[in-house]
């Protein structure tokens, strides 16, 4: 362990006041040996809660015997998802004979739109999924997940009066510990076990990677409150999965709030890379580097990973990989993009496919229609390109392809799934778009882009800041010419 930091010092003596704390911590800036620091500062009983098994571990290996150090799921489990150990090991169906077994047997007629009864049974799980991750206490129509096509609010009002039936008797038949229709997972339990309210038997509760917490676990963890200190660490400005129900609970919680800024994992320059994209979030903190780690930003010839914005923007970068005899791996991508060429088959094949983004297209030629004109399918526009140019057989033979990461020469991910990783020498893939302009003009008549979004922001904070030694900006170099934020943040 290293000496303290100021700020982690300042964390320890805030911990000792018996205060419950939100930590800010930047990329790299120390977070799991700062929680060790506050874990060894006292003999009181802790309980440690990850989302990542390995994180868990790797804190349960690092902390003292008196913190408990476990992921949300396993503490759910020991408490209440034991009871449903039967059911969780049960074999994989297919969602339409799930769907079949609750009544789904035909389809329904939503605007000029037939959806199946395969659509509505992978529709109403994935409602029971998302009321799960919500802090609800019953289902209700706004977990029904939107569908592409039926963006009208009566549409989607039509959908949900169609599905919520069948989600009510899943989740009544989720409720039985020894069968059932319906696949058990373990989001399922650990929402049973939310639903109890349950007292977290410890004097301190430290909640990891909190930018990314679902509302259930947000609501168990801030109950702890009469009886626990509560102590958040985390980074908002990665929050990045607000797609799938995460969201960002340190900021308005009620705590004293502290920040860890010094980065031992990069030098100066990519600091000064990362407070550029740090002004267009509303994150409290901007980094400062290790003057020992000489970074460099600049062209990379041979990286060791180039990060995608998209799953197709990565298979793009993979197939260009395989090209140049390179061996490649893919954090974790392999089965969506496989799934997606799949349905591109069936598409030009004259059949439905019943890939949930791709359910409502009748053939390859209505989706490329709608990728090229309909302001909502702009987003497939890479996918339909890449399935024109390759052929959806290219692609699963290049999935096929893949290397595992250690035998790879290069390693191509998501800037998503490179979250918490981190590489000697970085990458970053061409399919970062820009801001577009805005109706504005400078002095010299040129049109003036519009801000860079939050959202945005924060993705690219978390891709530049994966790099250790060299750091090529690639298709976020342009932000050398992006306005600041006229706030000056």
């Not at 985390?234 to 990045?240: H, K, L, M, N």
Request: hydrophobic share 40%; aromatic share 6%; net charge neutral.
């Amino acid at each position: 362990m290293h000496t303290p930091t100021d700020e982690q010092q300042h964390a320890v003596d805030a911990f000792r006041d018996g205060r419950h704390l939100v930590l800010q911590a930047g990329a790299g800036t120390g977070k799991t040996s700062t929680l060790g620091l506050l874990a060894a500062s006292t003999k009181r009983r802790g309980r440690y809660l990850a989302f990542n098994k390995d994180v868990a571990h790797d804190a349960s290996i690092r902390f003292p015997r008196s913190v408990v150090c476990k992921t949300a799921h396993a503490t759910a489990y020991a408490a209440h998802g034991h009871r449903y150990a039967r059911r969780l090991s049960s074999p994989r169906q297919p969602a339409w004979q799930i769907g079949q077994a609750l009544g789904i047997r035909s389809p329904v007629r939503i605007g000029d739109h037939e959806v199946s009864h395969r659509t509505l049974s992978h529709t109403a799980l994935r409602t029971v999924t998302r009321f799960c991750q919500s802090a609800d206490r019953a289902p209700a129509p706004h977990h029904v997940p939107p569908l592409r096509r039926l963006e009208k609010p009566d549409e989607r009002a039509q959908l949900a009066d169609a599905v919520m039936p069948f989600v009510a008797k899943a989740w009544k038949d989720l409720q039985n510990p020894e069968e059932g229709v319906v696949r058990f997972e373990h989001d399922h339990y650990l929402k049973m076990w939310a639903l109890t309210e349950p007292v977290i038997e410890a004097d301190f509760l430290l909640l990891d990677e909190a930018q990314d917490t679902n509302p259930v676990l947000e609501q168990v963890f801030a109950a702890q409150r009469g009886h626990a200190q509560l102590v958040m660490v985390g980074d908002s400005a990665q929050a990045i999965y607000g797609w799938r129900g995460a969201r960002d609970v340190m900021t308005g919680f009620d705590a004293t709030h502290l920040t860890l800024t010094r980065s031992f994992r990069f030098g100066p320059l990519l600091a000064e890379q990362a407070n550029r994209w740090l002004a267009f979030t509303e994150a409290p903190i901007r980094l400062t580097g290790s003057d020992t780690i000489a970074t460099q930003v600049g062209l990379i010839t041979c990286p060791d990973a180039v990060l995608c914005r998209t799953n197709i923007g990565a298979m793009t970068e993979v197939m260009r990989q395989l090209e140049a005899g390179r061996r490649v791996s893919l954090t974790r991508g392999g089965q969506t993009l496989n799934a997606l060429a799949l349905a591109a088959r069936d598409l030009k094949d004259g059949r439905r496919t019943s890939h949930p983004e791709l359910v409502l297209f009748a053939s390859w030629g209505e989706l490329q229609d709608y990728a090229e004109h309909d302001p909502a399918g702009r987003d497939l526009q890479p996918f339909v390109e890449l399935v024109d140019t390759h052929g959806p057989e290219a692609i699963m033979a290049a999935v096929d392809a893949l290397t595992d990461e250690p035998k790879a020469e290069i390693t191509v991910s998501t800037a998503h799934k490179a979250k918490g990783r981190e590489w000697p020498r970085v990458r970053i893939a061409d399919d970062f778009p820009p801001p577009p302009d805005s109706n504005q003009q400078d002095d010299s008549g040129r049109p003036i882009p519009e801000p860079v979004s939050a959202t945005d922001a924060r993705l690219a904070y978390v891709a530049v800041t994966r790099a250790r030694r060299q750091l090529d900006l690639g298709g976020l170099a342009w932000i050398e010419n992006q306005p600041a934020p006229v706030n000056g943040a």
